[in-house]
T-cell receptor, first 113, second 114 residues
Framework: DGGITQSPKYLFRKEGQNVTLSCEQNLNHDAMYWYRQDPGQGLRLIYYSQIVNDFQKGDIAEGYSVSREKKESFPLTVTSAQKNPTAFYLC????????????FGQGTRLTVV | AQSVTQLDSHVSVSEGTPVLLRCNYSSSYSPSLFWYVQHPNKGLQLLLKYTSAATLVKGINGFEAEFKKSETSFHLTKPSAHMSDAAEYFCVVSLNTGFQKLVFGTGTRLLVSP
């Protein structure tokens, strides 16, 4: 089945640690996105990538980093510089070009302990 | 700047009664608009989308929405609520600037009572 797979589903991080969230898609989509979801705030864009080896900062990129070495993969690293990383993280993908449906993964819930 | 306002943070209905979730948008361009649904601790699923074709858009699970340019609204409706409709709903506008960037509303939580 085609879709987007995020792993792990739950992740716990100690303060000062970097952690990497995985996102893989087999939909042959060019564009991929990372969103952060906090209660009552909707989804906010962290980073997005239109093509392999290229990505742009979204609205809240500070404290995060990404890579896009393969079309299928768009991992997100939450660095120690991110002051409030506890949140629900969603990865999505879509075809580039005219507005199209974005497909979402099931999310990763990150908690700082 | 493009933005989306969802007018209600929570909506409560009884099973079998109509559902109305309100959304207003602002956009400098001709917008593309979407409604997504999210069940607890899950990803988002597309309900329906408007992309400048018919102003009344039908989606999955009996939902529909009407694009009203004069009112800058894109309200989501369903004639009869089902218990399984209980979820969070997001109204989304897409920036038509050559690359799709989605701007999300803050969400409306739909509660359905028996």
């Amino acid at each position: 089945d085609g879709g987007i797979t995020q792993s792990p589903k739950y992740l716990f991080r100690k303060e000062g640690q970097n952690v990497t969230l995985s996102c893989e898609q087999n939909l042959n989509h060019d564009a991929m996105y990372w969103y952060r979801q906090d209660p009552g705030q909707g989804l906010r864009l962290i980073y997005y990538s239109q093509i392999v080896n290229d990505f742009q900062k979204g609205d809240i990129a500070e404290g995060y980093s990404v890579s896009r070495e393969k079309k299928e993969s768009f991992p997100l690293t939450v660095t120690s510089a991110q002051k409030n990383p506890t949140a629900f993280y969603l990865c999505a993908s879509s075809m580039s070009g005219p507005p199209d449906e974005a497909f979402f993964g099931q999310g990763t819930r990150l908690t700082v302990v | 700047a493009q933005s989306v306002t969802q007018l209600d943070s929570h909506v409560s209905v009884s099973e079998g009664t109509p559902v109305l979730l309100r959304c207003n948008y602002s956009s400098s361009y001709s917008p593309s608009l979407f409604w997504y649904v999210q069940h607890p601790n899950k990803g988002l699923q597309l309900l329906l989308k408007y992309t400048s074709a018919a102003t009344l858009v039908k989606g999955i699970n009996g939902f529909e929405a009407e694009f009203k340019k004069s009112e800058t609204s894109f309200h989501l409706t369903k004639p009869s609520a089902h218990m399984s409709d209980a979820a969070e709903y997001f109204c989304v506008v897409s920036l038509n600037t050559g690359f799709q960037k989605l701007v999300f509303g803050t969400g409306t939580r739909l509660l359905v009572s028996p």
